[in-house]
């Protein structure tokens, strides 16, 4: 298995390389190879644009059986514990489109796309759930990808009323776009380190997150 693990930030997957870097082989720098098994680190840079640049130049460079994004997110769903894991199924563009007075337009809604335009399903960017390597122990949910994070009630309203999406990120819908037009198997894991609410980072369990999104990633290297 020949791995391409993308994430925004070192911060969120340093535990993970500090693991990696002790107990596999690395050849090349951000690249550990156990056996067969072989890990590509990808560290794109926050937002839709970095990720979509990162993720593409190295599927250029690189051949890979799996793509697999890591990262914190946010969730508009109370009912998702802080520090949770998740794997998100399904991805939208959050703030592509157009504003009309208090109404908010996406390219579907513009006429710019069509809803069943590859790469999208019912303007969404599907994982094809049977291409997934591990086991489904994780709660799946839809996810939102923007520029900006929603932190001003009236954006939260809006964004809520008009996707439901249960998580939010700023990288997860460039994953899905790429890999959907080079037709390589991905998944999205987030640990939710807040809730989408009006800004206050006091209130986020961000080393929580990365406690667990990290020692998922360490379980399920060593099934690899
Ligand atoms: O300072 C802020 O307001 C702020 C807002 C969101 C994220 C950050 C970070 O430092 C982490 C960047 C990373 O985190 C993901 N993330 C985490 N929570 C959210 C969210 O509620 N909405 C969107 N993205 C979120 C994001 O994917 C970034 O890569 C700081």
Same mark, same amino acid.
């Given at each position: 298995?020949?791995?391409?693990?993308?994430?925004?930030?070192?911060?969120?997957?340093?535990?993970?390389? *500090?693991? #990696?870097?002790?107990?596999?082989?690395?050849?090349?720098?951000? #690249?550990?190879?156990?056996?067969?098994?072989?890990?590509?680190?990808?560290?794109?840079?926050? !937002?839709?644009?970095?990720?979509?640049?990162?993720?593409?130049?190295?599927?250029?460079?690189?051949?890979?059986?799996?793509?697999?994004?890591? !990262?914190?997110?946010?969730?508009?769903?109370?009912?998702?514990?802080?520090?949770?894991?998740?794997?998100?199924?399904?991805?939208?563009?959050?703030?592509?489109?157009?504003?009309?007075?208090?109404?908010?337009?996406?390219?579907?809604?513009?006429?710019?796309?069509?809803?069943?335009?590859?790469?999208?399903?019912?303007?969404?960017?599907?994982?094809?759930?049977?291409?997934?390597?591990?086991?489904?122990?994780?709660?799946?949910?839809?996810?939102?990808?923007?520029?900006?994070?929603?932190?001003?009630?009236?954006? #939260?309203?809006?964004?809520?009323?008009?996707?439901?999406?249960?998580?939010?990120?700023?990288?997860?819908?460039?994953?899905?776009?790429?890999?959907?037009?080079?037709?390589?198997?991905?998944?999205?894991? *987030?640990?939710?380190?807040?809730?989408?609410?009006? *800004?206050?980072?006091?209130?986020?369990?961000?080393?929580?997150?990365?406690?667990?999104?990290?020692?998922?990633?360490?379980?399920?290297?060593?099934?690899?």
């Amino acid at each position: 298995m020949k791995l391409l693990l993308v994430a925004a930030t070192e911060p969120e997957i340093s535990p993970f390389i *500090r693991h #990696i870097a002790q107990n596999w082989k690395s050849p090349v720098a951000n #690249i550990y190879t156990n056996g067969n098994s072989e890990i590509h680190i990808c560290l794109t840079g926050v !937002g839709l644009v970095a990720t979509t640049y990162a993720v593409t130049k190295a599927l250029k460079i690189g051949q890979y059986d799996f793509v697999l994004q890591a !990262g914190v997110g946010g969730s508009f769903d109370r009912s998702i514990e802080l520090g949770q894991l998740v794997m998100v199924q399904s991805e939208e563009f959050g703030d592509l489109g157009a504003e009309d007075r208090n109404n908010y337009l996406d390219i579907f809604d513009m006429g710019l796309l069509q809803p069943n335009e590859h790469p999208f399903t019912d303007g969404k960017l599907d994982t094809p759930l049977h291409e997934i390597p591990f086991p489904f122990k994780l709660l799946t949910v839809s996810g939102l990808s923007i520029n900006t994070v929603s932190g001003r009630e009236s954006t #939260i309203a809006l964004r809520n009323q008009r996707f439901g999406a249960q998580v939010e990120s700023m990288e997860g819908a460039a994953l899905h776009y790429v890999c959907l037009q080079e037709n390589i198997p991905f998944a999205q894991i *987030r640990a939710i380190s807040n809730y989408v609410e009006p *800004r206050d980072k006091s209130k986020w369990k961000m080393k929580e997150a990365i406690i667990a999104l990290n020692k998922w990633l360490i379980d399920f290297s060593s099934t690899l």
